[in-house]
């Protein structure tokens, strides 16, 4: 523990983050900001001691306590705590970044400089620390350099984001963002398309709703749905809707609202998400092409496994040159009960599959020790492993589900409403890729399943604020991948 000092403190008084630990010694902990830990691979929220309570209001001090809390530690003391060193790297990044992408002239255009350097700031902090709690933002961010002449605290980006930032403005934003993207020479893309929804008890959200949630819980949830380019890595834009609306109507919106702004959708790339009859027919009556990641239980999938499964491991013909993957494709219906057909690709990656089969195993053996130990079969295991009644083994491995499931492994179909060859499309889909790890940043800006915002501006502000995120760590992603770096830890450094 810091060395105690020798005066008397008061307690801070936060909405959470300050605990008394009865049993130890009543210290006093102090819950940091969260940051990713490149080493365990999560985030943590790191707590420190700032002193030892005396009573439910005041503590003894420590030099941890001047440091978080320094105006609390002048009153006190009437002592200026030293200038610190401020940490300029992130600010830099985010500055540079925004500037030559045009993000800060629009920002400032739409919400006018001293919001714009505001929401900056907190782009950083979200964009640094993984974060989308407020709480957490000033004792994080009074070590950096700011956009800011000064350093706010949560109650301030409350309003910001709940009062001082319109939904007009918002869309406003959106509009001019589409319109430079087209202005840059993107007028006739592809866009990987992606969408979800999260559960909101908030009476404040006009648009929550009850609608196929999630989270298979019975409550109303608010959609969204984002477009990014996948070859720059841009978020061209975002929306959010009624928690009812279906996929495809969603969709519509999106390419809707970029048609009339200058860019126009020449084809989509999906995920499994967007896997069913009633999307693809609404792009099939638009006449826009797709590129899409079949579910594993299609009929679609299911036949090209059965007519070419066996006879692609290995298959020289089937190889794509400079890759680990094996493919061959045919004309064929997407589902059972629907007429839809286009051309499927069936891919074997071998580098995915052998390591798909050694978890597989790793996880039947770790059942059947557990077996032994009296506890049952899991659930996903149960077709593999039965119980047996007698005998010295307690259990049986049903040969033909063992194999089924093992040589199942690093086989998918991805559907494509033109014929083009598999090499090609295995690239258009893999471009994805970006999309797929900027929607994480985005849904994290949200706050991973449950909206927890009182108001649409709200949550639209938290969506762009997410969005420009995306954005700024795309760049930074593009580079380290250069230099052979980790974007995390770089981040972090």
């Avoid at 300029?88 to 002239?105: H, K, P």
């Avoid at 826009?288 to 009929?299: A, E």
Wanted: charged fraction near 25%.
């Amino acid at each position: 523990m810091a060395r105690i000092m020798d005066c008397k403190a008061p307690i801070p008084q936060l909405d959470r983050g300050i605990t008394i630990n009865r049993g130890d010694g009543n210290k006093v902990l102090y819950t940091i900001y969260p940051h990713y830990d490149s080493e365990r691979g999560y985030t943590t929220s790191p707590r420190v001691v700032i002193g030892r309570a005396i009573n439910s209001k005041e503590l003894i001090p420590n030099r941890n306590y001047r440091k978080y809390f320094p105006e609390l530690w002048k009153e006190v003391s009437d002592e200026d705590v030293p200038a610190v060193t401020k940490k300029a790297g992130l600010f830099a990044l985010v500055s540079t970044i925004t500037q030559r992408e045009g993000i800060r002239d629009i920002l400032e255009k739409t919400f006018g400089i001293s919001r714009t350097n505001a929401m900056l700031d907190y782009v950083t902090y979200s964009l640094g620390y993984h974060s989308n709690v407020a709480m957490n933002y000033k004792s994080t961010m009074q070590e950096h350099v700011l956009f800011s002449d000064k350093l706010h605290d949560d109650g301030y980006y409350s309003s910001l984001f709940t009062h001082d930032i319109t939904e007009t403005e918002i869309n406003m934003f959106r509009i001019r963002w589409a319109q430079h993207c087209a202005a840059q020479g993107m007028t006739s893309v592809y866009l990987a398309i992606d969408g979800s929804n999260d559960d909101c008890n908030s009476k404040g959200v006009e648009f929550a709703e009850k609608g196929a949630a999630k989270s298979h819980i019975n409550t109303d949830v608010v959609g969204f749905m984002y477009a990014v380019e996948p070859r720059s890595g841009k978020v061209v834009t975002f929306d959010t809707y009624r928690g009812g609306l279906v996929d495809s109507k969603a969709m519509l919106r999106i390419i809707t609202f970029l048609s009339e702004n200058s860019i126009s959708v020449r084809g989509v790339i999906i995920d499994r998400g967007f896997c069913d009859g009633k999307c693809l027919q609404f792009l099939r009556s638009r006449n826009i092409p797709y590129v899409l990641m079949m579910k594993d239980n299609t009929d679609g999938h299911k036949y090209m496994m059965a007519m070419h499964g066996d006879e692609l491991r290995w298959n020289s013909e089937a190889w794509i040159p400079g890759t680990f993957l094996f493919s061959t494709s045919e004309y064929a219906r997407l589902f059972k009960n629907s007429a839809i057909t286009a051309q499927l690709h069936l891919y074997y990656d071998f580098r995915n599959g052998d390591e798909r089969c050694e978890t597989l195993l790793g996880k039947i053996s770790k059942a059947i020790a557990k077996l032994n130990e009296g506890k049952g079969i899991p659930a996903e295991l149960s077709d593999i492993i039965t119980m047996r009644e007698d005998g010295p083994k307690k259990y049986d491995l049903q040969r033909e589900a063992f194999r089924n499931a093992l040589s199942s492994k690093g086989f998918y179909t991805i559907a494509s409403s033109e014929n083009t060859d598999g090499g090609t499309i295995h690239e258009m889909y893999s471009s994805r890729d970006s999309a797929e790890t900027e929607f994480m940043y985005v849904k994290g800006q949200l706050g991973y399943g449950t909206v927890r915002v009182q108001s649409n501006a709200c949550m639209l502000s938290r969506f762009l604020i997410g969005a420009i995120c995306a954005t700024v760590r795309e760049d930074v992603e593009n580079c380290c991948k250069k230099l052979g770096l980790k974007t995390n830890t770089m981040l972090n450094e």
